[in-house]
């Protein structure tokens, strides 16, 4: 059972920046951010697989940063540009590779782990 928590959210205006951080309890291949903002779906933000291949949503591509830090387990977000539309919850999560190579990755459905999620909330 792999355990995630996550850190670092907060409230921020618009344009802004933050960096998330989650803390693994054991080192996964495949870990990913997601969101959900209050009345929508939980949606993908990106995933980094085998330490350094990342994907992006297309609405945080140029903005958003994943990176991860295999000696600590860790892994980071850094959002720059915030927009308010990026107010949500986030959640780190963690599965197999395959997860992170699937088409639906987005979803999320594939991941088993989930952190206990961290707020971001952007004023304009």
């Known amino acids: 059972q792999v355990q995630l928590v996550e850190s670092g959210g907060g409230s921020v205006q618009a344009g802004g920046s933050l960096r998330l951080s989650c803390v693994a309890s054991?080192?996964?291949?495949?870990m990913g951010w997601f969101r959900q903002a209050p009345g929508k779906e939980r949606e993908g933000v990106g995933t980094?697989?085998?330490?350094?291949?990342?994907r992006y949503a297309e609405s945080v591509k140029g903005r958003f940063t994943i990176s991860k830090d295999s000696a600590s387990n860790t892994l980071h977000l850094q959002m720059n540009s915030l927009k308010p539309e990026d107010t949500a919850m986030y959640y780190c999560?963690?599965?197999?590779?395959?997860?992170?190579?699937?088409?639906?990755?987005?979803?999320?459905?594939?991941?088993?782990?989930w952190g206990q999620g961290t707020q971001v909330t952007v004023s304009s």
């Open positions: 999560a963690a599965a197999d590779p395959s997860a992170c190579y699937s088409g639906s990755w987005s979803r999320g459905s594939d991941f088993p782990y």
């Open positions: 054991e080192y996964t291949r495949c």
């Open positions: 980094v697989v085998w330490d350094s291949n990342t």
